[in-house]
């Protein structure tokens, strides 16, 4: 396994493990549910193999996949790096909003804290920007949570590039969490570019396009009435058709080195910056040990010439959510 730096000093495996599928009857489902006992042993053997990033939230559950990945790390706990989330509230098991209010905040450092069983988490994201408190409230909360021992790191999450600046001017930002992808490239004009000169890791979350770049859903019509991706524009029936053209410039990449369309999309992204460490989501160990190999493969000029033709910014068919999920980035 290859390692890199997100900011001031955190050192991950150069490809973490986006915990959030694991869970059993979740409230985020893409594809078959998930079985917890593959879902440990997935951790298990992703440790094994040298990846130390493991990334989970309060949100996805709720509370239940903290609970898993606690019980997974559980006596592997030393050198891992630890990210979980908070800045949602949650009413009856849904979220029903955003909350980073100070107060808020302790309160879910505790629950987590105690859901994970540790004693500190490495990397704490408030999940999405609060309009109703100020960042610098938060990160100031979130400072002195470091200087109480209880986080290591401060992150952001789909936050946008003058609340980034806010943030960075209060106490130091070490990763910004937000939506990365071959189809999905909005952050790269300004975000990114702001990232690099403050010295702020980047996490890509669905950086496999929720599954759809791996080329394993193969219409609209495959996927379960249970299934979270019924909501993704993306995955429409007017959308699907379009959007497998990328995928096909994906496969035959793929084909040509030997490997699996999902490699692909990752070895792109790592190719983007050594400060981006991407987390695919995984639940079984199959998938894992594909998506980890993605750290061997280097693509070639005409390789990132390909792509960039096949899914240049801003052209994928869709929006990446729907009009909830919208008004909550990059405020």
């Known amino acids: 396994m290859k390692y890199r730096n997100l900011g001031n000093g955190l050192k991950t495996s150069a490809l973490g493990i986006g915990c959030m599928p694991m869970i059993k009857g979740g409230n985020i489902v893409y594809g078959l549910d998930a079985d917890p006992d593959e879902a440990a042993k997935t951790i298990d053997e992703a440790i094994d193999m040298g990846v130390t990033f493991f990334d989970t939230a309060e949100v996805y559950g709720p509370f239940s996949n903290e609970i898993l990945v606690g019980e997974a790390i559980r006596g592997k706990r030393d050198k891992l790096v630890i990210a979980t989330k908070f800045g949602f509230e949650i009413q009856g098991g849904k979220p ?31 999940h999405r920007v609060d309009p109703s408190t100020p960042i610098e409230d938060v990160v100031g909360t979130l400072a002195d949570l470091i200087k109480e021992g209880k986080i290591g790191h401060i992150g952001l999450s789909e936050a946008g590039p003058e609340t980034i600046k806010r943030a960075a001017a209060t106490a130091p930002i070490t990763a910004l969490q937000s939506e990365y992808s071959i189809w999905e490239r909005d952050i790269e004009q300004d975000i990114l570019p702001l990232c690099k000169e403050l010295g702020i890791g980047f996490v890509p979350y669905s950086p496999l396009g929720r599954g759809f770049l791996t080329g394993q859903v193969k219409s609209h019509d495959e996927l379960d009435r249970d299934d979270w991706r019924l909501n993704d524009p993306r995955f429409s029936k007017e959308n699907f058709a379009n959007n497998m ?5 994906i496969t035959a990449i793929a084909a040509a080195h030997g490997a699996s369309p999902a490699q692909i999309s990752l070895a792109w992204l790592l190719a983007q910056g050594d400060n981006i460490v991407p987390i695919p989501g995984s639940k079984r160990r199959l998938t894992m040990r594909d998506s980890m190999g993605a750290s061997d493969i280097i693509l ?3 390789d990132l010439a390909a792509i960039d ?10 929006p990446r959510y729907g009009e909830l999920g919208m008004s909550m980035v990059r405020l």
């Open 96 to 126: 029903v909003g955003a909350n980073s209010n100070p107060a808020h905040i302790r309160k879910s450092i505790e629950g987590s804290l105690q859901r994970l069983g540790v004693d500190h988490i490495d990397l704490y994201y408030q």
């Open 309 to 318: 033709a096949a899914a240049p910014a801003g052209q994928t068919s869709g």
């Open 300 to 302: 070639s000029q005409a």
């Open 245 to 249: 053209k990328i995928v096909d410039v």
